[in-house]
């Protein structure tokens, strides 16, 4: 672990998203403050903090749906920030995306909504599609319903439904933002267990954003604390349990005493 210049932590080795130094208000008011990141390949990096905090912000600034307003985000290298709309689409392919809400189009059918990727990025055959689209389903344990609407599955069957989605296009990246939010503890580990699955089935970088402890430990190589608009601590999850941070202590306590105010 390496201490930046404003006294934030990042990881070193190699890296495939980067953020450095950055700066991001909206209205004045400062939601990241110089904060510096790096994500490892091939591992499930847990961010976590409080609700409010910034942590759907940072996650926007690593597919380039948002840009700084001072500092640099790379993907692989390359300076996304600075890139034209044709050039941002292009790294985009590289990224899957699961929402906290699945974000279904409830005028499709499940199979229509894991295919639209394919169809909006690709130039496959239907049939090839639909190939395609049973084999992701499957994969998300969700085998003979593409023929349904999102309006006949359980939350948890479209966060399922959501992934398969996210991984139509074989993404080197995923990104989850709150994947357990509003289910019941049964199914949040059962997509916590899926999530864990893909990684290892697929390779893939995978970075959660969530301010679920039970899950954040169970599933995470690296866990990082976003608080203030900066990385606070960062590391494995016994160190990170083992941090003297207070701040980060209280979150992962779950008491209403400490640094974090209540808003």
Do not use: W
Not at 32 to 46: E, F, N, P, S
Not at 86 to 100: A, S
């Amino acid at each position: 672990m390496t201490t930046g210049e404003n006294g934030t932590f990042f990881m070193e080795n190699s890296s495939i998203i980067e953020l450095i130094n950055v700066h991001k208000a909206f209205g004045g008011q400062k939601v990241l403050d110089g904060l510096d990141l790096r994500i490892k390949a091939g591992q499930i990096t847990v961010i976590i903090g409080q609700s409010g905090g910034g942590k759907s912000v940072l996650l926007k600034h690593m597919i380039g749906l948002i840009k700084p307003d001072e500092g640099e985000a790379l993907v692989e290298g390359v300076h996304i920030s600075r890139l034209n709309d044709r050039q941002l689409n292009d790294v985009r392919k590289n990224f899957g995306m699961l929402f906290q809400s699945a974000a279904l189009f409830d005028s499709m059918t499940v199979g229509e909504n894991v295919a639209f990727p394919l169809r909006e990025h690709t130039r496959l055959k239907p049939d090839e599609i639909e190939e395609i689209v049973e084999r992701k389903l499957r994969q998300v344990g969700l085998k003979g319903v593409s023929h349904k609407m999102p309006s006949e599955l359980s939350g948890g069957m479209q966060k399922r439904v959501g992934l398969a989605r996210a991984l139509a296009l074989d993404p080197k990246i995923i990104l989850f933002d709150e994947p357990t939010t509003g289910l019941d503890p049964i199914t949040a580990d059962a997509i916590d267990r899926l999530i864990v699955d893909t990684q290892q089935h697929t390779n893939a970088t995978c970075v959660v954003i969530s301010h679920d402890i039970e899950s954040t430990f169970k599933i995470a190589d690296t866990v990082a604390m976003l608080y203030r608009g900066k990385i606070v601590e960062i590391g494995k999850p016994e160190t990170v349990k083992s941090s003297a941070n207070l701040a980060l202590q209280q979150f992962i306590q779950g008491k209403a005493d400490g640094p974090i105010q209540i808003t």
